[in-house]
């Protein structure tokens, strides 16, 4: 069983300066929908920026995490996203 906090952590040691949002969407501490901006993904396609976020959760993915909901983007990508849904 995982924490929110420890996947979290876990995604910003490995990608410093990045805005991490975990949540566990099922309460079991093993499904989870997590969202990432950083510069990094800049010049990246989204399989490779998904392929960032899993090696950081390498751990975890090869343990008792069942599902994993990723969405990633660039700091520009995450603006133009919400502009679009009219969020802050």
Do not use: C, N
């Not at 990432?36 to 920026?49: A, L, N, W, Y």
């Not at 090869?62 to 009219?86: C, F, I, M, N, V």
């Amino acid at each position: 069983m995982f924490k929110p906090e420890m996947l979290k952590a876990s995604i910003e040691s490995s990608m410093p300066g990045s805005r991490v949002d975990v949540q566990d969407t099922t309460g079991t501490g093993d499904h989870f929908q997590v969202t990432v901006v950083s510069d990094r993904f800049v010049g990246k396609s989204r399989v490779e920026q998904h392929q960032m976020v899993h090696a950081a959760l390498h751990e975890a993915i090869e343990g008792d995490l069942h599902a994993l909901g990723l969405k990633t983007y660039t700091p520009e990508s995450w603006r133009e996203a919400q502009a679009r849904s009219g969020s802050a």
